[in-house]
């Protein structure tokens, strides 16, 4: 996972300790898609502790190799699913202006879910630059509800 999310070059890359700690703690919000043995994607999440009906996906990443052919969208759809039994209704991510291929991937999770996808303003960079002379893109929040 962490070499994937290395290798996008536009995800923000945490540590390897953080992906281990993911994968113990929120297995079940967070998903692998595997191809020939090796993971060729994966989805990290967790359930927001004041609104556990909302996963929130922190990232999602496929290995370039197996782009375009569904993964990311299964990746979603399956953990949407999996989590529907537990009380999980909502998604939210935060998505920057210029990732077109990731407001792409959750309009088309809406669409096939036939749920409505609203965004709203959430952080903009001075929340989340560490320095004002290298800022980071503002993130908006995306989500999706069931219509
Ligand atoms: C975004 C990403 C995860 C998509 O993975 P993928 O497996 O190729 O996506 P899918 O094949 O499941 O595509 C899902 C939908 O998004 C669309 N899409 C995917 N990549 C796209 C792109 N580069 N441009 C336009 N649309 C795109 C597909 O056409 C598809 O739409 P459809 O269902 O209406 O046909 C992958 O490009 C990636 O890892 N990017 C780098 C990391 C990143 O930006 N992650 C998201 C932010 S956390």
Redesign the pocket.
Known sequence: MWE??RD????DLNSTYAYTLLCRDFADSSIVAERDGAVA?FVTGYRRPDRPDTLF????????A???????????NDLLDHLAVAGVTRLE????AS???????F???A??RHSTLTVHDLFAPHHISPEESDPHEAEQLYVIDPA
């Open positions: 994937i999310a996008t070059e536009v995800l994607g996906v922190w990232q999602v990443a496929v290995d370039a197996h782009r375009g052919h569904g993964i990311a969208g299964l990746m979603l991510t935060t998505i920057t990732n077109t291929a990731s407001q792409e991937l309009g088309s999770v669409r096939r």
